[in-house]
């Protein structure tokens, strides 16, 4: 399915794609609009999909029936976020046993996320491979971010990888369309929505879950 002598490295994306996070973090926007008064849905959420938090937050504001403090909104939000973290979030579907396989081909490995770097270490707190990561890109990284190719061009730049001799798995549209654009062979693995069909036709290979490359 992948050859993969033709790649010098392999890039993830984080929430949703490593770690099925996705499900975490919208309980938090659910929780943090219920103590405003608000009501936050399923639907709302997918707008949030693959944008930074703090993007997330300004669109939150605006879907909101009257006018919250943003300052107060944001303490919360990061506060109930990160009490769920805290619990623990699961990995993706065959993540480890694919992650391990690259690994020994000697693939050099990174994380691309438009998290902040405090977002990776609290989605790492339980688990045992980060240092498995030859480098991780998060949002304090760059001045552009997803859908600019900026983060994952940066990753290449940094692992010494022609972009189209790398390998990025990513489960939204917005991440999927940088990598695509940074010239990287790019691997959909959609999450809590589908792909856009201009995505989707410019896509090199999707997956179900990584169990179907181990």
């Given at each position: 399915?992948?050859?993969y002598?033709?790649?010098?490295?392999?890039?993830f994306d984080?929430d949703?794609?490593?770690?099925?996070s996705e499900?975490?973090h919208?309980e938090a926007?659910?929780l943090?609009?219920?103590q405003?008064?608000?009501?936050?849905?399923?639907?709302?959420?997918?707008?949030?999909i693959?944008k930074t938090?703090p993007d997330c937050?300004?669109?939150?504001l605006k879907?909101?029936?009257?006018?919250?403090d943003k300052e107060?909104?944001?303490?919360?939000y990061y506060?109930?976020?990160?009490?769920?973290i805290?619990?623990?979030?699961p990995l993706?579907l065959?993540f480890?046993d694919?992650?391990?396989r690259v690994?020994?081909?000697?693939?050099k490995?990174?994380?691309?996320t438009s998290?902040?770097?405090?977002?990776?270490?609290a989605?790492?707190?339980?688990h045992?491979?980060?240092s498995?990561?030859?480098?991780?890109?998060?949002r304090?990284d760059?001045t552009h971010?997803k859908p600019?190719?900026?983060?994952?061009?940066l990753?290449?730049?940094?692992?010494?990888?022609?972009?189209?001799?790398?390998?990025?798995?990513?489960?939204?549209n917005?991440?999927?369309?940088a990598?695509?654009e940074?010239?990287?062979?790019?691997v959909g693995?959609?999450?809590l929505?589908?792909?856009?069909?201009?995505?989707?036709?410019?896509?090199?290979l999707?997956?179900?879950?990584?169990e179907?490359l181990?």
């Amino acid at each position: 399915m992948i050859n993969y002598d033709n790649f010098d490295a392999v890039l993830f994306d984080m929430d949703g794609t490593i770690f099925d996070s996705e499900v975490v973090h919208r309980e938090a926007w659910k929780l943090t609009a219920k103590q405003f008064d608000e009501n936050f849905t399923d639907e709302m959420y997918l707008d949030f999909i693959g944008k930074t938090t703090p993007d997330c937050i300004n669109i939150a504001l605006k879907q909101f029936s009257k006018p919250i403090d943003k300052e107060a909104f944001t303490a919360s939000y990061y506060k109930n976020n990160q009490q769920l973290i805290q619990q623990g979030v699961p990995l993706k579907l065959g993540f480890t046993d694919y992650l391990q396989r690259v690994k020994s081909m000697g693939k050099k490995l990174g994380i691309v996320t438009s998290s902040a770097q405090k977002g990776v270490i609290a989605n790492f707190a339980q688990h045992y491979f980060l240092s498995d990561f030859d480098l991780v890109i998060t949002r304090d990284d760059v001045t552009h971010f997803k859908p600019n190719p900026e983060p994952y061009l940066l990753a290449c730049e940094q692992l010494n990888a022609e972009p189209n001799r790398t390998i990025v798995f990513e489960d939204s549209n917005t991440g999927a369309t940088a990598a695509i654009e940074a010239g990287c062979f790019t691997v959909g693995i959609p999450d809590l929505m589908p792909f856009n069909m201009d995505v989707e036709n410019n896509l090199n290979l999707k997956i179900v879950s990584f169990e179907a490359l181990i």
